[in-house]
Nanobody
Framework: QVQLVESGGGLVQAGGSLRLSCAASGRTFSRYAMGWFRQAPGKERDFVAAISWSGDTTYYADSVKGRFTISRDNAKNTVYLQMNSLKPEDTAVYYC?????????????????WGQGTQVTVSS
């Protein structure tokens, strides 16, 4: 298992930016793909972005393409989510997740370790 701790959430106005970080420990971070998911009140948890173990492959939900960027620093055991041009509909709890596999995936069930989540609120 790997322990994941997210940070960087907060309140921002529409059009603003935030960068989320997720620090990992307890497993060889660089061997596994990582992802970000989000859950708004009363809704299911949805895929946001994923990155392969090497960083060479990334996937994004259509709703965030062109606005969000996922990246990782294997030397720091950290994955990031840069969020630009934020919209009120981006408001959610954002979760970092570690995959069972080295290849990136958009499927929630490929991820077997989860952080506690960080709140992102975008005001209009």
């Amino acid at each position: 298992q790997v322990q994941l701790v997210e940070s960087g959430g907060g309140l921002v106005q529409a059009g603003g930016s935030l960068r989320l970080s997720c620090a990992a420990s307890g497993r060889t971070f660089s061997r596994y793909a990582m992802g970000w998911f989000r859950q708004a009140p009363g809704k299911e948890r949805d895929f946001v972005a994923a990155i392969s173990w090497s960083g060479d492959t990334t996937y994004y939900a259509d709703s965030v393409k062109g606005r969000f960027t996922i990246s990782r620093d294997n030397a720091k055991n950290t994955v990031y989510l840069q969020m630009n041009s934020l919209k009120p509909e981006d408001t959610a709890v954002y979760y970092c997740a570690a995959s069972r596999w080295s290849s990136a995936s958009m499927t929630m069930y490929d991820f077997n370790s989860w952080g506690q989540g960080t709140q992102v609120t975008v005001s209009s």
